[in-house]
Protein backbone atom coordinates (compact mmCIF):
# COMPACT_ATOMS: atom_id res chain seq x y z
CA UNK A 1 0.00 0.00 0.00
CA UNK A 2 1.65 3.48 -0.80
CA UNK A 3 0.36 6.30 1.71
CA UNK A 4 0.87 9.67 1.79
CA UNK A 5 3.55 11.09 3.38
CA UNK A 6 2.41 12.84 6.74
CA UNK A 7 4.67 16.14 5.83
CA UNK A 8 2.76 15.76 2.40
CA UNK A 9 -0.26 15.06 4.22
CA UNK A 10 0.49 18.49 6.10
CA UNK A 11 1.73 20.91 3.22
CA UNK A 12 -1.29 19.91 1.24
CA UNK A 13 -4.01 20.26 4.01
CA UNK A 14 -2.71 23.53 4.62
CA UNK A 15 -2.60 24.52 0.99
CA UNK A 16 -5.97 23.76 -0.33
CA UNK A 17 -7.97 24.75 3.10
CA UNK A 18 -6.29 28.04 3.83
CA UNK A 19 -7.23 30.95 2.08
CA UNK A 20 -5.48 33.22 3.22
CA UNK A 21 -1.66 32.16 4.18
CA UNK A 22 1.15 29.53 2.58
CA UNK A 23 2.66 27.12 4.70
CA UNK A 24 6.52 28.02 5.49
CA UNK A 25 8.23 24.84 6.07
CA UNK A 26 10.67 24.76 9.11
CA UNK A 27 14.34 23.81 9.03
CA UNK A 28 13.01 20.97 10.79
CA UNK A 29 10.44 19.80 8.43
CA UNK A 30 12.86 20.03 6.00
CA UNK A 31 15.44 17.59 7.57
CA UNK A 32 12.35 15.48 8.11
CA UNK A 33 11.74 15.55 4.34
CA UNK A 34 15.56 14.82 3.48
CA UNK A 35 15.22 11.38 5.60
CA UNK A 36 12.20 10.80 4.05
CA UNK A 37 14.07 10.81 0.66
CA UNK A 38 17.05 9.05 1.64
CA UNK A 39 14.40 6.18 3.47
CA UNK A 40 12.29 5.60 0.41
CA UNK A 41 14.29 7.04 -2.97
CA UNK A 42 13.01 6.12 -5.88
CA UNK A 43 15.26 4.91 -9.09
CA UNK A 44 12.34 6.35 -11.57
CA UNK A 45 12.27 10.09 -10.26
CA UNK A 46 15.33 12.20 -10.64
CA UNK A 47 15.78 15.97 -9.93
CA UNK A 48 17.61 18.39 -11.34
CA UNK A 49 18.41 21.59 -10.43
CA UNK A 50 19.45 24.62 -12.69
CA UNK A 51 22.23 27.09 -11.58
CA UNK A 52 23.59 30.07 -12.76
CA UNK A 53 21.76 32.35 -14.29
CA UNK A 54 18.82 29.52 -14.52
CA UNK A 55 19.34 28.78 -10.43
CA UNK A 56 15.43 28.24 -9.58
CA UNK A 57 14.50 26.92 -11.99
CA UNK A 58 14.28 22.82 -10.97
CA UNK A 59 13.37 19.55 -13.15
CA UNK A 60 11.34 16.68 -12.02
CA UNK A 61 12.32 14.16 -14.50
CA UNK A 62 10.51 10.74 -14.75
CA UNK A 63 12.47 7.78 -15.68
CA UNK A 64 10.46 4.21 -16.18
CA UNK A 65 11.83 3.35 -19.48
CA UNK A 66 10.37 -0.25 -19.06
CA UNK A 67 6.75 0.75 -18.20
CA UNK A 68 6.50 4.30 -20.47
CA UNK A 69 6.60 5.93 -16.68
CA UNK A 70 3.51 3.64 -15.68
CA UNK A 71 2.53 5.08 -12.28
CA UNK A 72 3.23 2.56 -10.29
CA UNK A 73 4.25 2.59 -6.21
CA UNK A 74 7.22 3.43 -6.75
CA UNK A 75 7.45 5.86 -9.26
CA UNK A 76 4.19 7.65 -6.88
CA UNK A 77 6.80 7.78 -4.13
CA UNK A 78 9.29 9.11 -5.98
CA UNK A 79 6.80 11.72 -6.92
CA UNK A 80 5.56 12.53 -3.87
CA UNK A 81 9.11 12.93 -2.40
CA UNK A 82 10.34 15.32 -4.62
CA UNK A 83 7.03 17.35 -4.65
CA UNK A 84 7.40 17.78 -0.54
CA UNK A 85 11.29 18.54 -0.84
CA UNK A 86 10.79 21.08 -3.49
CA UNK A 87 8.05 22.79 -1.15
CA UNK A 88 10.43 23.49 1.55
CA UNK A 89 13.15 25.15 -0.79
CA UNK A 90 13.06 29.17 -0.59
CA UNK A 91 15.35 28.76 -3.86
CA UNK A 92 12.65 27.03 -5.86
CA UNK A 93 11.08 29.27 -8.05
CA UNK A 94 9.54 27.30 -11.07
CA UNK A 95 9.36 23.52 -11.74
CA UNK A 96 9.13 20.81 -14.82
CA UNK A 97 8.02 18.25 -15.05
CA UNK A 98 9.64 16.46 -17.74
CA UNK A 99 10.39 12.13 -18.99
CA UNK A 100 13.21 10.87 -20.15
CA UNK A 101 11.51 8.49 -22.26
CA UNK A 102 11.25 9.04 -25.35
CA UNK A 103 7.63 9.40 -27.13
CA UNK A 104 6.07 9.38 -23.92
CA UNK A 105 5.43 11.67 -20.40
CA UNK A 106 3.37 9.79 -18.72
CA UNK A 107 1.07 6.63 -20.11
CA UNK A 108 -1.18 6.67 -16.94
CA UNK A 109 -1.80 3.48 -14.07
CA UNK A 110 0.63 0.82 -13.82
CA UNK A 111 -2.12 -1.72 -14.74
CA UNK A 112 0.15 -4.70 -14.27
CA UNK A 113 0.88 -3.67 -10.54
CA UNK A 114 -3.66 -2.86 -10.65
CA UNK A 115 -4.13 -6.40 -11.39
CA UNK A 116 -2.63 -7.32 -8.33
CA UNK A 117 -3.95 -4.89 -5.71
CA UNK A 118 -6.99 -6.00 -4.17
CA UNK A 119 -10.22 -3.50 -3.24
CA UNK A 120 -8.64 -1.32 -0.48
CA UNK A 121 -5.57 -1.18 -1.89
CA UNK A 122 -6.62 -0.39 -5.14
CA UNK A 123 -8.94 2.42 -2.99
CA UNK A 124 -5.75 3.54 -0.96
CA UNK A 125 -3.48 4.13 -4.15
CA UNK A 126 -5.99 6.21 -6.02
CA UNK A 127 -6.45 8.18 -2.80
CA UNK A 128 -2.37 8.50 -2.42
CA UNK A 129 -2.45 9.66 -6.40
CA UNK A 130 -4.93 12.32 -5.87
CA UNK A 131 -3.71 13.80 -2.83
CA UNK A 132 -0.14 14.35 -4.58
CA UNK A 133 -1.65 15.38 -7.54
CA UNK A 134 -3.37 17.96 -5.15
CA UNK A 135 0.02 18.66 -3.60
CA UNK A 136 1.67 19.54 -6.98
CA UNK A 137 -1.37 21.63 -7.90
CA UNK A 138 -1.32 23.80 -4.45
CA UNK A 139 2.91 24.56 -4.22
CA UNK A 140 3.28 27.73 -4.51
CA UNK A 141 5.62 27.93 -7.13
CA UNK A 142 4.81 27.97 -11.32
CA UNK A 143 4.72 24.03 -12.33
CA UNK A 144 5.04 23.32 -16.07
CA UNK A 145 4.28 20.07 -17.59
CA UNK A 146 6.46 19.13 -20.51
CA UNK A 147 4.54 16.54 -22.60
CA UNK A 148 6.56 15.16 -25.85
CA UNK A 149 4.12 11.64 -26.99
CA UNK A 150 1.90 10.11 -24.67
CA UNK A 151 0.08 11.84 -21.55
CA UNK A 152 -2.59 9.34 -20.74
CA UNK A 153 -4.80 8.86 -17.67
CA UNK A 154 -2.86 9.57 -14.49
CA UNK A 155 -0.19 11.04 -16.52
CA UNK A 156 -2.81 13.44 -18.14
CA UNK A 157 -4.32 14.21 -14.35
CA UNK A 158 -0.72 15.04 -13.54
CA UNK A 159 -0.40 17.30 -16.54
CA UNK A 160 -3.71 19.14 -15.49
CA UNK A 161 -2.20 19.84 -11.50
CA UNK A 162 0.46 22.02 -13.53
CA UNK A 163 -0.12 25.33 -13.88
CA UNK A 164 1.28 25.28 -17.74
CA UNK A 165 1.19 22.44 -20.53
CA UNK A 166 3.57 22.71 -23.19
CA UNK A 167 3.36 19.73 -26.02
CA UNK A 168 5.27 18.67 -28.80
CA UNK A 169 2.87 18.27 -31.82
CA UNK A 170 3.10 14.42 -31.61
CA UNK A 171 1.79 14.28 -28.19
CA UNK A 172 -1.43 12.85 -27.76
CA UNK A 173 -3.61 13.42 -24.91
CA UNK A 174 -6.68 11.19 -23.09
CA UNK A 175 -8.45 10.12 -20.14
CA UNK A 176 -9.73 6.42 -21.20
CA UNK A 177 -10.71 5.46 -18.14
CA UNK A 178 -14.23 4.61 -18.77
CA UNK A 179 -12.49 2.07 -21.48
CA UNK A 180 -11.52 -0.02 -18.45
CA UNK A 181 -14.84 0.73 -16.44
CA UNK A 182 -13.67 2.85 -13.95
CA UNK A 183 -13.85 6.95 -13.85
CA UNK A 184 -10.62 9.21 -14.23
CA UNK A 185 -9.93 9.23 -10.34
CA UNK A 186 -7.05 11.29 -9.56
CA UNK A 187 -8.54 15.14 -10.07
CA UNK A 188 -9.26 14.19 -13.86
CA UNK A 189 -13.35 14.53 -13.45
CA UNK A 190 -13.03 17.98 -11.52
CA UNK A 191 -9.93 19.55 -13.13
CA UNK A 192 -10.71 18.79 -17.07
CA UNK A 193 -14.19 20.77 -17.08
CA UNK A 194 -12.98 23.68 -15.25
CA UNK A 195 -10.10 24.20 -17.64
CA UNK A 196 -11.74 23.79 -20.93
CA UNK A 197 -15.63 23.53 -20.10
CA UNK A 198 -17.69 21.03 -18.80
CA UNK A 199 -19.44 20.02 -22.00
CA UNK A 200 -16.05 18.94 -24.51
CA UNK A 201 -14.81 17.28 -21.27
CA UNK A 202 -17.62 15.51 -20.82
CA UNK A 203 -17.48 14.16 -24.26
CA UNK A 204 -13.38 13.46 -24.11
CA UNK A 205 -14.08 11.68 -20.69
CA UNK A 206 -16.99 9.79 -21.69
CA UNK A 207 -15.57 8.51 -25.03
CA UNK A 208 -11.84 8.05 -23.65
CA UNK A 209 -10.41 9.83 -26.91
CA UNK A 210 -7.37 10.79 -27.79
CA UNK A 211 -6.74 13.83 -29.08
CA UNK A 212 -3.63 15.32 -31.03
CA UNK A 213 -1.72 18.39 -29.30
CA UNK A 214 -2.97 20.90 -32.00
CA UNK A 215 -6.42 19.83 -30.79
CA UNK A 216 -5.49 20.00 -27.19
CA UNK A 217 -4.34 24.06 -28.25
CA UNK A 218 -7.80 24.88 -29.72
CA UNK A 219 -9.96 23.63 -26.66
CA UNK A 220 -7.63 25.58 -24.48
CA UNK A 221 -6.61 21.96 -22.80
CA UNK A 222 -2.82 23.51 -23.26
CA UNK A 223 -0.82 26.76 -23.61
CA UNK A 224 1.98 25.43 -26.31
CA UNK A 225 2.13 23.02 -29.27
CA UNK A 226 5.06 23.59 -30.78
CA UNK A 227 7.69 21.05 -33.22
CA UNK A 228 7.97 17.62 -31.81
CA UNK A 229 11.00 17.54 -29.82
CA UNK A 230 10.80 21.19 -28.75
CA UNK A 231 8.42 20.68 -26.18
CA UNK A 232 11.65 21.14 -23.35
CA UNK A 233 13.07 24.78 -25.16
CA UNK A 234 10.17 25.96 -24.84
CA UNK A 235 9.38 25.36 -21.56
CA UNK A 236 12.64 26.44 -20.07
CA UNK A 237 11.84 29.49 -22.54
CA UNK A 238 9.16 30.42 -20.35
CA UNK A 239 10.73 29.15 -17.33
CA UNK A 240 13.07 31.55 -17.41
CA UNK A 241 10.93 34.38 -18.09
CA UNK A 242 9.22 33.44 -14.76
CA UNK A 243 12.30 33.02 -13.21
CA UNK A 244 13.36 36.53 -13.91
CA UNK A 245 10.52 37.81 -12.00
CA UNK A 246 9.72 39.07 -8.30
CA UNK A 247 9.45 35.42 -6.70
CA UNK A 248 7.47 36.72 -3.80
CA UNK A 249 5.18 38.64 -6.41
CA UNK A 250 4.95 35.23 -8.64
CA UNK A 251 3.69 33.40 -5.90
CA UNK A 252 1.45 35.57 -4.52
CA UNK A 253 0.10 36.03 -8.28
CA UNK A 254 -0.80 31.90 -8.23
CA UNK A 255 -2.26 32.08 -4.83
CA UNK A 256 -4.48 34.83 -5.40
CA UNK A 257 -5.36 33.36 -9.17
CA UNK A 258 -5.82 29.56 -7.55
CA UNK A 259 -8.17 31.07 -4.55
CA UNK A 260 -9.68 33.79 -6.10
CA UNK A 261 -11.39 31.63 -8.75
CA UNK A 262 -13.20 29.84 -6.26
CA UNK A 263 -14.41 32.93 -4.32
CA UNK A 264 -17.50 35.85 -5.01
CA UNK A 265 -15.99 39.07 -6.53
CA UNK A 266 -15.94 40.94 -3.14
CA UNK A 267 -14.37 38.44 -1.59
CA UNK A 268 -11.99 37.52 -4.37
CA UNK A 269 -11.02 42.00 -4.41
CA UNK A 270 -10.17 40.86 -0.78
CA UNK A 271 -7.78 38.27 -1.34
CA UNK A 272 -5.91 40.34 -3.94
CA UNK A 273 -5.43 42.76 -1.80
CA UNK A 274 -3.94 40.74 1.11
CA UNK A 275 -1.54 39.00 -1.88
CA UNK A 276 -0.40 42.83 -2.52
CA UNK A 277 -0.12 43.45 0.99
CA UNK A 278 2.54 40.59 1.07
CA UNK A 279 4.66 42.39 -1.48
CA UNK A 280 4.24 46.00 -0.35
CA UNK A 281 7.16 45.68 2.56
CA UNK A 282 9.66 43.73 0.75
CA UNK A 283 12.95 44.25 -0.91
CA UNK A 284 12.03 43.31 -4.46
CA UNK A 285 9.46 45.85 -4.76
CA UNK A 286 11.80 48.39 -4.03
CA UNK A 287 14.40 47.07 -6.09
CA UNK A 288 11.70 46.97 -8.92
CA UNK A 289 11.38 50.25 -8.43
CA UNK A 290 14.78 51.40 -8.40
CA UNK A 291 15.66 49.06 -10.82
CA UNK A 292 13.13 50.84 -13.32
CA UNK A 293 14.39 54.35 -12.70
CA UNK A 294 17.70 53.47 -13.25
CA UNK A 295 16.88 51.30 -16.35
CA UNK A 296 19.05 48.24 -15.58
CA UNK A 297 18.27 44.55 -15.17
CA UNK A 298 16.62 44.12 -11.44
CA UNK A 299 18.21 41.77 -9.31
CA UNK A 300 15.35 39.81 -6.94
CA UNK A 301 16.50 38.24 -4.14
CA UNK A 302 12.92 36.22 -3.03
CA UNK A 303 12.89 38.89 -0.11
Known amino acids: MVVFGSIGRRFCNQAI ?14 QSIRTLILQSASES ?23 KNALGRDLLRGLQNSFEAISAESAANVLMICSSVSRV ?4 ADLKERRTMNTSEARAFVNSLRSTFSFLEALQIPTIAVIEGAALGGGLEMALSCDLRICGEDAKLALPETG ?17 G ?3 AKELIYTG ?31 REINQKGPVAIRMAKRAIN ?30 LAAFAE ?7 GE
Open 17 to 30: NDSTTFLLPSRLQF
Open 45 to 67: VKIHRHSDADSGIIEIIMDRPEA
Open 105 to 108: FCAG
Open 180 to 196: LAVIPAAGGSQRLPRLI
Open 198 to 200: KSI
Open 209 to 239: RKISARDALSIGLINHCVSAGEAYSKALEIA
Open 259 to 288: QGLDLDMASALALEEDCYEHILNTTDRLEG
Open 295 to 301: KRKPLYK
